[in-house]
């Protein structure tokens, strides 16, 4: 039993949850596949130096286990973000053949784990050129090959590179000679996912789009036949375009081809005719069954052998569902499970995920399609504490400007045994999360928990221009970044306070990336917020185009406005621009590795505020790029950013390092 709740101001508590065991829970597992009977993944390694693990479930139950041992990362930089970064198919004579891309050389590798002696890994391509890197995501094992994405650069600057689909040889030819590599496509198209292989083998799929488009903006289903030689034909556009959004391709075991677009404003499941395009909705329904397409290899639906098609679906968070295609009648999957990640396999009439709740992490579920049974068969979430520290998150609804609706997910703060005095109303901390093309669902989060089990509340705000709520709600912030974004994560702060939820005097806001952008841009819009953590942002428009990645290097063009009116755009809403309007103190946290938002970013902010008198710190972290990913990192980042708090808020902590603020 708890012991009787006690006074002390919020802010305040003491919690067993402190940032080295927030940072050791960080993460989840990604890309699930099938190997057989056998299903694996990638799950991430924080206090390993952040690598990613491949894991394996074998076939009879016995509990999963890591077969690539440190320092194996398994981890593709395609684009910067990744995509899937393995295949995996069994083996005549025994055992699994696994193909993976390891992040520190980029090279695919091949692998049978269960082959005697226990060979290590042994390369299938070259090393990277000099100023001609070579990077591999979202294969395919396709006979003595595997089949996947090829991104090449070609030259010193970020945009100099090309992407095709390739074919590698599995017999190693290609470790010592780039030419063994046949190109499949040519590289008209500037981004493209991994080919998806019909049952039969005679037939090819996959997604294309070109700049200045992002792939939820618009992208082509192409489809190539696949000679007795085992090359292309030319590739035909068969579904989607400009201003359809096609998120996924997959084949179900007859040869149908099935597709999730928005053309309806939606993302929808179709059945796609490979001939004339045709494209039949299977689900008609104002919910989204896809999502942004960040990386390759991400999977909204995956076909059962019985004509039934698992999917993920919803408003908001995901769930599982199964659904017969032709009747369109849709069964939800039994279980605890709120939110699901774009990451569903099939094997047989098994259904596997990656899912979590607002009482537990992700973890990787089963669901046997035969009898509707649900269960945990990888990465159980595991309590570290008692679950009574944990938030009870509230999905609500909120007006903003123009009487456009806001959704957010509000984390009261949460003790079991300690309460603020009656009079005091409690810190809260506004969360804008990265993209912008993104979305937060209310699940279980020991960085949220970290601030919640102290005093300090906090609120997701999905705001226009997130994923989850249909076309017409991404697309607010079209040329809109800076104002629809800051105009929504203060509507919903004011309406907390306005409310009695929130002390109006102590409201901060942070985030990464571009909710670093969001946090540092609200600083310089308004006077309502105390502070904010400013997390390896954006912060200057026309340096963000010209210095990040390729994939990101037009995004700026649908989040801003075209290049001619840039300049405009990043004098009226820059915080780099506006840096003469923020006064609040804030802390700034970077990756010095960070190809996405580069350093130079934040440091033209901070030259831009020298001599201005505004209290802040900069805390750079060496070896880290865009995401921290080491449980030092992140501990660090955790304690400096609630130090911050403790400071501007007026409370004490002696838990954590004093961060040092300067004018």
Request: include cysteine.
């Amino acid at each position: 039993m708890a012991p009787p709740a006690s006074d002390g101001p919020y802010g305040s508590w003491p919690s067993p949850i402190d940032a080295a065991l927030a940072a050791a829970h960080d993460g989840r597992p990604e890309y699930l596949g099938t190997v057989g009977d056998e299903v694996w993944w990638t799950e991430p390694r924080p206090g390993e130096g952040g690598r990613r693990t491949l894991v394996r479930r074998p076939a009879d139950g016995r509990p999963a286990r890591s077969v690539l041992p440190a320092p194996w990362n398994v981890r593709s930089r395609l684009t910067e973000y990744g995509g899937l970064p393995w295949a995996g198919a069994p083996r005549p004579a025994g055992g699994p053949l696994v193909v993976f891309v390891h992040h520190a050389d980029q090279r695919l590798y091949a692998y049978e784990p269960d082959a005697p002696g226990g060979p290590d890994p042994r390369p299938l391509t070259p090393l990277s050129p000099v100023g001609g890197g070579l990077r591999w995501a979202d294969p395919v094992l396709r006979g003595a090959e595997v089949w996947c994405v090829l991104e090449e650069f070609t030259g010193p600057a970020p945009t100099d590179v090309r992407r095709v689909t390739a074919a590698v040889p599995l017999d190693g030819s290609a470790a010592d000679d780039r030419a063994a590599v046949r190109e499949l496509t040519d590289d008209r198209h500037r981004f493209r996912t991994g080919p998806k292989i019909s049952p039969d083998g005679r037939r090819a799929a996959w997604l294309v789009w070109d700049h200045p488009r992002m792939p939820w903006d618009g992208t082509e289903l192409q489809l190539a036949d696949i000679t007795p030689d085992g090359t292309l034909t030319a590739p035909r556009t068969v579904l989607g375009g400009p201003e359809e959004a096609v998120a996924q391709v997959a084949w179900a075991a007859d040869g149908t081809l099935l597709a999730v677009s928005d053309r309806s404003g939606w993302w929808n499941p179709y059945r796609v005719d490979p001939h004339g395009g045709a494209a039949v909705n299977l689900c008609p329904r104002e919910e989204e069954f896809g999502g942004a397409l960040w990386k390759p290899g991400l999977s909204w639906l995956a076909p059962l052998p019985d004509r039934l098609i698992a999917v993920l679906h919803g408003k908001g968070a995901a769930v599982l569902g199964v659904l017969d295609p032709e009747s369109g009648h849709l069964v939800d999957a039994a279980g605890p499970w709120t939110a699901w990640q774009p990451a569903l396999a099939v094997s047989g009439t098994r259904v596997y995920g990656v899912a979590a709740s607002p009482r537990s992490g992700y973890e990787v579920v089963e669901l046997d399609t035969t009898t509707g049974h649900t269960r945990v068969v990888g990465a159980p979430a595991t309590d570290p504490v008692d679950p009574a520290h944990y938030p009870e998150p509230q999905s609500r609804t909120f007006p903003g400007p123009g009487g456009r609706e806001i959704h957010a997910h509000v984390y009261p703060p949460h003790h079991p045994a300690r309460r603020a005095p009656a009079d005091e109303l409690p810190p809260y901390v506004v969360w804008a999360h990265g993209g912008p093309t993104d979305h937060v669902p209310p699940v279980l989060d020991l960085h949220i928990a970290y601030f919640t089990s102290r005093g300090i509340g906090v609120v997701e705000v999905n705001y226009g221009g997130s994923t989850g709520y249909g076309r017409a709600y991404r697309e607010r912030l079209r040329e809109q970044w800076g104002v629809v974004d800051v105009e929504d994560c203060a509507a919903v702060a004011r309406a907390l306070a306005a409310e009695g939820t929130a002390d109006p005097g102590r409201l901060a806001i942070r985030g990464g990336s571009a909710g670093g952008w969001t946090a540092a841009a609200s600083l310089a819009a308004t006077d309502l917020y105390a502070c904010a953590a400013i997390i390896y942002p954006v912060l200057d428009l026309r340096g963000f185009a010209a210095e990040t990645h390729d994939l990101e290097s037009r995004y700026v063009d649908g989040l801003a406005g075209p290049p001619r009116t840039l300049a405009v755009r990043c004098r009226e809403r820059s915080p780099v621009a506006r840096a003469d309007r923020i006064a609040a103190p804030f802390v700034l946290l970077q990756g010095l590795d960070d190809p996405v938002c580069p350093p130079a970013q934040a440091e033209r902010l901070l030259a831009a505020l020298r001599g201005r008198g505004v209290p802040h710190a900069y805390v750079a972290f060496e070896g880290e790029g865009h995401g921290f990913r080491r449980a030092e990192t992140m501990a660090r980042a955790l304690e400096a950013e609630l130090s911050l708090y403790a400071q501007v808020f007026g409370f004490e902590r002696d838990d954590v390092p004093r961060l040092a603020l300067h004018g």
